[in-house]
Structure formats: C-alpha cells, structure tokens
C-alpha cells in the first residue's frame, strides 16, 4: 500500500520547506521537493495548506491500565491522542497493580498490544526493594525506571538511601524521575495545617508542594546521577530555579542527564486557581508566572529537552475538594500539540522549536528505533495540521474518558485534520480506524 502526500509544509528538523511524502506500508519511503517529479500511489492526500509534522512522542502519559479503568484505559486514552497528533506514549507505572516486577510489566505490554492505537512503551517503576527486578530490565525492549522520590498518585515513593543510591549505581536503564522533596511537602502542610484543621483551599497546593521541595529533590537526584554516571531524565520541571541544573549548551545525544518540563507548566500559572481550582491541580504543582517565564525561556534554548503532558484523568468527583483532598493530575494528550502551537503563534516559541522538543528530542533522548523524524526508512508516524482552523474545546469534542479538560472553553487556531501510525490512516477529521494497533517501541543501545 502506498500513500502520497502532497504539497504539505514540511516542518521537520529545523526547516520548514513545501514538499510532498511518500508512505509505502509502515514506513516513510522518499520525501521529495516541491519541484520534484511525484510516483503514482494507490492514495494521494493533497495537504495544499497544512503542515506536516512528525508524530508527537509523549514519554510520560497514565492510561490507567490496569485496575484503574473507570477513568481511562489504553484504547481510550490512545484514542485521544492519535486525535491530538501524539503516535507514541511512554506509560507511567502507577497503576493497580503497580508494575513493579518484569512480570507485571509484559502484562501492560500485552495490554498495549491488545487495545492501543498509539504505539507504546512502559516504565517498570522502582521501589525500596526491586532493585534485582530493575537490573533484569532489556533496555532495548523497556524505556527506562520510572523513579518517585517524592509520593504522587499510588504511593510508590523510595525514600531509603540505600535503596536510591543502588538504583542510581546498578539500573541498566534510564531512570526518569518524580522529584519532590517528601520532608519539605510534610512540613509545609503540617504549617498549613496548623492555620485550618480541614481540608485547604487550592490556592495552598503550591505552597505544600513547594518550589523549595522541587529544587531540594531535584539537586539531589542531579547529584546523585553525576556521581553514580546513571543516565537522568527529570520529569515535569515546575520551577524557574531548578532550570540552573540543566546544560544548555551540549547536544541532547551527548547529555547524560536532561529536563522536561509539561504543558501545563508553560500554559498556566497559580493565577488561574482561582478560575479553575482543582482542575488544574497536579503534581509537582503549577507554580508562579516567573516559574512559567522561566520554562518557557528554557524550552526556546534548550535546556529544556522535551515537553511532555504527565496525562493523568480522573474522574470529576475525584477532582472534588480542595489542596488536600483532590486528585492530582489531567487529561491533556488530545490537546498538548495543539496547545503548543498556540503558545508558537504567540511568539512564545517557534514551531520548529514544538516540533524539536515534542517530536525529536524523545526519539533521541530515549533513542527510539527510527522514529520522530520524518526521514525515508523510518517509521511513518506523521501528523498534519491545519494552522488555520480555529475550534474550541468543549464536552461535545472531548475524547477523554473522564469527560473534562482544563482546556475547556479554550480557542486553539490550529487543528489535527489525520494522524498515521506505522503507516496507517489512524485518524482523520474526526474518525478512527479502530481496528490500528500500534508497535511496541523499541531502543539502541549506543
């Protein structure tokens, strides 16, 4: 089966050019110039207008699978995300069971072949006392060690020294890594405690889960990479002091230790917790507009590495309560891209910049095999995108299983119109072919 797009703009490892794409079965088989003679193809797409991106890779999502499907699973949250433009996930071991043995882990990954309409991958997550499971891990079938050094959603903190410096030393794998300092978070809610002995109003959440105990656990984790030499990846960065740990200035397939920050981070700030509340409480939690200034400036220069969304829906009567009773977490794979492309004809960043770290920067830093490029013999996860076709996100287009988005109410000027995965026309103008399953990722080991 060969598919031709043509007369898209292409925007692609820092060019932006007019040119046409050819397809044949699951990989990207010639990519030609806008003056260059086109094959015959058995279906040609005209994207006269839109632009052509390589699939979005989001190394951090929670689908839910398994034990917690009343508010997502993988077919509907991968089903979101393919609308989004997003072709890969990485998904987080929190579940329930946690995946926290080789053995529970290759039952998400028969989950994922089962139901996802992305491709995929899962984290096999770290405790006090796993460390021979985490040594067992074949990384080039496995993305990393998903590591809690602060306690998030089901609990999976390690908080034994022993424990973390053997991880740091010994896991054959990337380790990706919650930081939030456990000691600071207690101590600032036993003080805010003592001011009102129920539940706290939103607007507290960040000062609990505070700047302090981001920087705090997230020097230590820096530190303790350099010292051990374990390769890094710091997840869902919040603040602007804690871009100061991060290398701007060495190519991301030299760096041992790199950042990510989310889209959330870089669309609100805790001024919008008056408006919004518990919707958009997470964790680490949304800090000030300096925090947001300061990761905006870091993804346009580059210590940022990748920006991902930590997906996480819950339904609306687990988001009820305040800083101490609400669940943390959104759902944000169906709007990440669009929301970044937002924040570009804004002039926050450029579009090639969203393209490099969303789409690039997780094929390189994880080193997946022959995605996040559009480039001949790699495979065609792609996305096109009208950048002129304004929506707003309502109940009516929501595609999360919970329901809701933070987004709600939002005018995004740009619209995913199709999505290919491996290939194949997943998405297109609002249907599915529900019948796709993507491919298990995989990874070199150079």
């Known amino acids: 089966m060969k598919t031709l797009i043509t007369h898209a703009t292409i925007i692609n490892e820092g060019r932006r050019f007019t040119g046409s794409v050819l397809l044949r079965d699951e990989v990207i088989e010639a990519v030609y110039g ?56 990485m998904d987080m071991p929190n579940t329930k069971p946690p995946a926290t043995t080789l053995e529970l882990l290759e039952a998400k990954y028969r989950l994922g072949a089962e139901k996802s309409l992305a491709n995929y991958s899962f984290l096999l997550g770290a405790t006090n006392d796993n460390l021979a499971e985490l040594k067992r891990v074949d990384a080039r079938r496995v993305a990393g060690v998903k590591l809690f050094m602060g306690s998030s959603t089901g609990n999976m903190l390690v908080d034994d020294e022993r424990a973390l410096a053997a991880i740091f030393a010994e896991a054959p794998c990337l380790i990706a890594a919650h930081c939030e300092d456990e000691a600071t978070i207690r101590r600032n809610t036993n003080r805010y405690l003592a001011l009102q002995v129920d539940d706290l109003p939103m607007y507290y959440h960040p000062l609990i889960r505070s700047a302090e105990a981001c920087y705090r656990s997230s020097a230590k984790a820096v530190e303790m ?14 603040t602007g002091r804690e871009m100061s740990l991060f290398d701007p200035g060495k190519p991301l397939a030299d760096k041992r230790i790199t950042a990510e920050v989310c889209v959330h981070h870089l669309w609100f700030s805790d001024e919008d917790y008056a408006r919004l509340g518990s ?10 507009a300096a925090d ?38 959104m759902p944000l794979v169906q709007h990440s891209l669009v929301a970044m492309l937002q924040l570009a004809a804004q002039g926050v960043f ?30 065609a996860d792609l996305a096109l995108v009208n950048p002129h076709s304004p929506w707003t996100v309502s109940r009516d287009n929501i595609l999360y299983k919970c329901g809701w988005s933070p987004f709600e109410g939002a005018t995004f000027d740009a619209a995913v119109q199709a999505t290919w995965v ?22 070199n080991l150079e």
């Not at 990479?225 to 919040?238: C, M, N, T």
Request: glycine share 10%; proline share 5%; net charge positive.
């Open 350 to 379: 450029t579009v090639e910049q969203v393209v490099e770290r969303m789409c690039h920067a997780p094929a390189v830093l994880y080193r997946i095999v022959r995605r996040g490029y559009i480039r001949p013999g790699y495979y």
């Open 225 to 238: 990479a350099g010292r051990y030499g374990a390769r890094l990846h710091v997840f869902h960065l919040s």
């Open 34 to 89: 806008a003056d260059d003679a086109l094959p015959e193809a058995d279906r040609v797409v005209d994207a006269t207008g839109l632009w052509l991106v390589p699939g979005v890779i989001d190394d951090q999502v929670h689908f839910r699978d398994p034990g917690l499907t009343h508010k997502g699973d993988i077919r509907t949250e991968s089903r979101a995300a393919v609308a989004g433009g997003v072709t890969s996930v």
């Open 292 to 329: 947001r200034q300061a990761l905006r400036q870091a993804v346009a220069e580059g210590r940022i590495d990748v920006v991902a969304t930590d997906h996480a829906p819950h339904l609306p009567a687990e988001k009820e309560g305040g800083a101490l009773r609400a669940a943390s977490g």
């Open 422 to 443: 491996n290939g194949r026309l997943v998405y297109d103008r609002g249907a599915f072919d529900e019948s796709a399953r993507g491919m298990r990722l995989e990874f």
């Open 279 to 288: 919707r958009i409480k997470c964790n680490p939690a949304i800090k000030t």
